[in-house]
T-cell receptor
Framework: AQTVTQSQPEMSVQEAETVTLSCTYDTSESDYYLFWYKQPPSRQMILVIRQEAYKQQNATENRFSVNFQKAAKSFSLKISDSQLGDAAMYFCAAGNMLTFGGGTRLMVKP | DTGVSQDPRHKITKRGQNVTFRCDPISEHNRLYWYRQTLGQGPEFLTYFQNEAQLEKSRLLSDRFSAERPKGSFSTLEIQRTEQGDSAMYLC???????????FGQGTRLTVV
């Protein structure tokens, strides 16, 4: 079974500041992948960043980076230099069946 | 290719009726996922296919839900004897494999009255 937990229903960040969104997961798979997706209001889900669990190096994609702690089954997303367009729901997803967490609503203050 | 396409975009049905939704994945993608999403919540996994094989269906919400993917191309999700609690957005996604990005459709919003 796979479970994904996002413990922060809402987060707020000042424009240009940094924010970290938390995610923990549980899976019985030995080799798996982790993802962060963004869902703007009334718009489609899009991929932000992905991490291969067998790689120790944390993935980075421009202003977005992850802190992957495999032993702790933790996969947090850091957004640097936050922009107004980053405001959205963020979902962590894991595993072969692409199981999603409950999401974190990110608000960006100008 | 215009991405993942879902039809219809909106469906209003009376309680007790059957509904069927269609998903056309990106053409070269062999994986296809179905999710249900309610307002403010994360997508809830329902089922997924690898080509025409349905690899997981135990998470379908009840025996009123069923999905098919004949010939490994488009997929349909059917809900029989709809209930008001079935009202939600139904999302479809496709990918090349489990390690690549899943592309989502715009969803079908179901309202059961």
């Amino acid at each position: 079974a796979q479970t994904v937990t996002q413990s922060q229903p809402e987060m707020s960040v000042q424009e240009a500041e940094t924010v970290t969104l938390s995610c923990t997961y549980d899976t019985s798979e030995s080799d798996y992948y982790l993802f962060w997706y963004k869902q703007p209001p009334s718009r489609q889900m899009i991929l932000v960043i992905r991490q291969e669990a067998y790689k120790q190096q944390n993935a980075t994609e421009n202003r977005f980076s992850v802190n992957f702690q495999k032993a702790a089954k933790s996969f947090s997303l850091k957004i640097s230099d936050s922009q107004l367009g980053d405001a959205a729901m963020y979902f962590c997803a894991a595993g072969n069946m692409l199981t999603f967490g409950g999401g974190t609503r990110l608000m960006v203050k100008p | 290719d215009t991405g993942v396409s879902q039809d219809p975009r909106h469906k209003i049905t009376k309680r007790g009726q059957n509904v069927t939704f269609r998903c056309d994945p990106i053409s070269e993608h062999n994986r296809l996922y179905w999710y249900r999403q309610t307002l403010g919540q994360g997508p809830e996994f329902l089922t997924y296919f690898q080509n025409e094989a349905q690899l997981e269906k135990s998470r379908l919400l009840s025996d009123r839900f069923s999905a098919e993917r004949p010939k490994g191309s488009f997929s349909t999700l059917e809900i029989q004897r709809t209930e008001q609690g079935d009202s939600a957005m139904y999302l479809c996604a496709s990918s090349n494999s489990e390690d690549t990005e899943a592309f989502f459709g715009q969803g079908t919003r179901l309202t059961v009255v």
